[in-house]
């Protein structure tokens, strides 16, 4: 070995001073009241909605804006009062969760038989497959004019268009979620013996759950867009059996359809009005019915965290 072979360093000890004794705090403590308050989940949203309702009434009040392009919180909340109260904004409410719930339950049937077909044969699978790739990125409401052109001006024609926004993403999520299954609960379901439809409802089903819910989520979401554009078009003219235009029709048709008649006649507070009534029923929806849901299976079995 050379001479100038490199050394190894050799650092010094070194020895720290004497360590104090840790100090673990408190285990355990009485929260405080504006903890506990903040702990809570509704409130801390609520306040959320308080803050964007004030940031909305000082930036329409302080600001140099006309109330015709963009009103005031209190003037939509006076509109929306008048609206439920005296112009039956309920009934154009449920107009359209009529019609909802007729195009939902169809397209969550048609995908279900979709995705079933998808999962016992190769050829449904490519089947589902190839027709999500192909209609799914297709807006719903671009098929409302040969909607109108073969169905003609009926509650058929936005049924039809519905459909579109619901079968795709709802079999497309639930296809995802049982392909994503684990081999190991497969073999479980046939050891027991199971096969075609119990199969599918007691091993797949709560397996892919989670990814069930959310395609069930997002296809309610799409449908109720899209009914608002479509009732934005000609809501009133479907609504109305008596066969009289919205405006002449009284309280016939939809939300979208209220929206685009108080537009027409520049009552902005109440287009506003019925905008924010759009959205407390998305919220009412998602909240009593999927956050139920899923509180009660996905966050109870354990598959997702609260």
Same mark, same amino acid.
């Given at each position: 070995m050379s001479d100038h072979a490199v050394q190894p360093y050799?650092?010094?000890?070194?020895?720290?001073?004497?360590?104090?004794?840790?100090?673990?705090?408190?285990?355990?403590?009485?929260?405080?009241?504006w903890e506990r308050i903040s702990n809570i989940d509704a409130v801390r949203k609520f306040s959320v909605l308080i803050t964007l309702v004030v940031a909305w009434e000082l930036y329409s009040r302080i600001g140099d804006i006309n109330e015709l392009m963009f009103p005031t919180f209190s003037a939509t909340g006076t509109a929306l009062y008048s609206a439920l109260v005296y112009e039956g904004l309920m009934t154009n409410v449920w107009n359209s969760l009529s019609l909802l719930l007729m195009g939902y339950a169809i397209g969550v049937g048609i995908a279900a038989v979709l995705v079933v077909f998808g999962v016992w044969t190769r050829f449904g699978s490519d089947l589902l497959t190839t027709?999500?790739?192909?209609?799914?990125?297709?807006?719903?409401?671009?098929?409302?004019?040969?909607?109108?052109?073969?169905? $003609? #001006?009926?509650?058929?024609?936005? @049924?039809?268009?519905? =459909?579109?926004?619901? %079968?795709?993403?709802?079999?497309?999520?639930?296809?995802?979620?049982?392909?994503?299954?684990?081999?190991?609960?497969?073999?479980?379901?046939?050891?027991?013996?199971?096969r075609g439809l119990p199969y599918i409802y007691k091993i797949l089903i709560p397996a892919a759950f989670p990814s069930i819910l959310t395609g069930l989520r997002i296809g309610w979401a799409f449908a109720w867009r899209t009914l608002i554009a479509a009732e934005l078009v000609f809501g009133g003219q479907v609504a109305d059996t008596s066969g009289q235009l919205g405006a002449e029709g009284g309280n016939a048709g939809g939300l979208g359809w209220i929206i685009f008649q108080n537009q027409m006649e520049?009552?902005?507070?109440?287009?506003?009005? $019925? #905008?924010?009534?759009?959205?407390? @029923?998305?919220?009412? =929806?998602?909240?009593? %019915?999927?956050?139920?849901?899923?509180?009660?299976?996905?966050?109870?079995?354990?598959?997702?965290?609260?």
């Open positions: 050799l650092r010094e000890e070194f020895e720290g001073d004497e360590i104090g004794e840790a100090v673990v705090g408190d285990v355990e403590r009485r929260l405080s009241v027709l999500t790739a192909m209609l799914n990125p297709l807006p719903a409401i671009a098929l409302l004019p040969m909607a109108m052109l073969w169905f $003609g #001006l009926g509650p058929a024609a936005i @049924v039809f268009t519905l =459909l579109h926004s619901i %079968i795709w993403p709802v079999a497309l999520n639930t296809h995802s979620g049982f392909m994503g299954v684990s081999e190991t609960q497969r073999m479980v379901g046939r050891n027991y013996g199971l520049n009552q902005t507070p109440y287009v506003f009005a $019925g #905008l924010f009534a759009v959205i407390l @029923v998305g919220i009412i =929806l998602e909240n009593g %019915i999927f956050r139920n849901i899923e509180d009660r299976t996905i966050r109870r079995w354990g598959m997702q965290v609260a």
